[in-house]
Every structure is written in structure tokens, then in C-alpha cells.
């Protein structure tokens, strides 16, 4: 509580114009659509900021929805995402019932068709703050990958896989593992 007290104060002084925490619409447990809490990383107006990308930005959005350099992300923004500290407000989404501490991470609405058979195993079961895509690498693992993880982690679910997934997320989180 008091660091995500100090993360909001830190988001509030950089860009006081936006919320602290937002909330984007995610699939969770049965297809469920739910928001998923996150810190505010981004500039208020970062919709409104990507007229100004150059076209090697666009291009590059274009392709993977993310930019290596995004001059959206505030500084707190880039420190909070790469120590993980962003995903913090999901635990309020343990509490509500929406996701639980070990799963899939929860993913996007225009994802779905993507994922093609897997999704009824996938959303069989709550969606995750920490799962095996997160220690694997998180961003240096392709969308095709992390399916194949999502679904070991379906297959080999119990609680003693679920306890080493934790341990394995403190060792990711503090080595900055895939993190950007």
C-alpha cells in the first residue's frame, strides 16, 4: 500500500491530468469481459499523441501495437512498467473476484479470434496477475508462444505449479526479465 501510495503521488505530479488508475476491458474467466487495473504509465492525452508519430512510429505501431521508444510513457511510466510496479492495482482485481494471483494473463477483446482453439481452455479458468508467460519473457515471447505456455500452464495446473509460477515471478520481476 504505501509504495502504490507513492506510485500515484509520482503519477499525479508528472501528469496531474489523468487518472492514477485506468482500467481496460480485458477477457477473463468464460469470456467474461472485465477491467483490468493498471497504473497510468502513459500521458493523459497519449491517444491525441500518436498524430505525432513519425512514420517509422507508425509503421512500427502498425505492426505490433507497441513502439520500442514510445514518447507516450511518462518517466515514472517507463519505471514502473520495467519493476512491474503497473500491475499492482490488478490485486484489487484478486480481491473483486476477476482474476486470481496465478493464471493466463488476461487478454485483449480483438485477441480472441486469435486464439483460435485454445481459447476455450484459456478462459476456462481466471486469468492471472503472474503466469508462465511472465517468466518465460513477457515481451521477448511471440503472441503463438505465449498460447502454447497459457495452455502448459491449463494442462499442468495445481497448487505446487502454481507456488514454483510465484517464485519464478519474484526471480523475473527482480532480473527485469522481458520487462520494457
Request: glycine letters at 6%; charged letters at 30%; hydrophobic letters at 40%.
Given at each position: 500500500?504505501?509504495?502504490?501510495?507513492?506510485?500515484?503521488?509520482?503519477?499525479?505530479?508528472?501528469?496531474?491530468?489523468?487518472?492514477?488508475?485506468f482500467?481496460?476491458?480485458?477477457?477473463?474467466?468464460?469470456?467474461?469481459?472485465?477491467?483490468?487495473?493498471?497504473?497510468?504509465?502513459?500521458?493523459?492525452?497519449?491517444?491525441?499523441?500518436?498524430?505525432?508519430?513519425?512514420?517509422?512510429?507508425?509503421?512500427?505501431?502498425?505492426?505490433?501495437?507497441?513502439?520500442?521508444?514510445?514518447?507516450?510513457?511518462?518517466?515514472?511510466?517507463?519505471?514502473?512498467?520495467?519493476?512491474?510496479?503497473?500491475?499492482?492495482?490488478?490485486?484489487?482485481?484478486?480481491?473483486?473476484?476477476?482474476?486470481?494471483?496465478v493464471?493466463?494473463?488476461?487478454?485483449?477483446?480483438?485477441?480472441?479470434?486469435?486464439?483460435?482453439?485454445?481459447?476455450?481452455?484459456?478462459?476456462?479458468?481466471?486469468?492471472?496477475?503472474?503466469?508462465?508467460?511472465q517468466?518465460?519473457?513477457?515481451n521477448?515471447?511471440t503472441?503463438?508462444?505465449?498460447?502454447?505456455?497459457?495452455?502448459?500452464?491449463?494442462?499442468?495446473?495445481?497448487?505446487?505449479?502454481e507456488?514454483?509460477?510465484?517464485?519464478?515471478?519474484?526471480?523475473?520481476?527482480?532480473?527485469?526479465?522481458?520487462?520494457?
Amino acid at each position: 500500500l504505501p509504495i502504490m501510495m507513492l506510485v500515484a503521488i509520482a503519477i499525479k505530479i508528472e501528469d496531474p491530468k489523468g487518472k492514477v488508475i485506468f482500467g481496460h476491458m480485458r477477457v477473463g474467466k468464460d469470456g467474461r469481459l472485465f477491467p483490468c487495473l493498471k497504473f497510468r504509465s502513459m500521458f493523459a492525452n497519449a491517444e491525441e499523441m500518436k498524430k505525432n508519430f513519425t512514420e517509422e512510429e507508425k509503421r512500427e505501431y502498425a505492426e505490433t501495437f507497441k513502439l520500442k521508444n514510445d514518447p507516450r510513457i511518462t518517466k515514472i511510466g517507463k519505471f514502473i512498467r520495467k519493476t512491474s510496479i503497473d500491475e499492482f492495482p490488478q490485486f484489487i482485481n484478486v480481491l473483486k473476484g476477476d482474476m486470481s494471483l496465478v493464471g493466463p494473463r488476461p487478454y485483449l477483446p480483438r485477441e480472441i479470434e486469435d486464439m483460435g482453439d485454445t481459447y476455450p481452455y484459456i478462459t476456462a479458468v481466471k486469468p492471472g496477475v503472474t503466469g508462465l508467460w511472465q517468466v518465460k519473457g513477457r515481451n521477448e515471447v511471440t503472441f503463438k508462444d505465449r498460447l502454447n505456455l497459457d495452455m502448459e500452464y491449463f494442462e499442468k495446473k495445481n497448487l505446487l505449479f502454481e507456488i514454483k509460477i510465484l517464485f519464478w515471478t519474484v526471480s523475473s520481476v527482480v532480473h527485469k526479465k522481458g520487462a520494457k
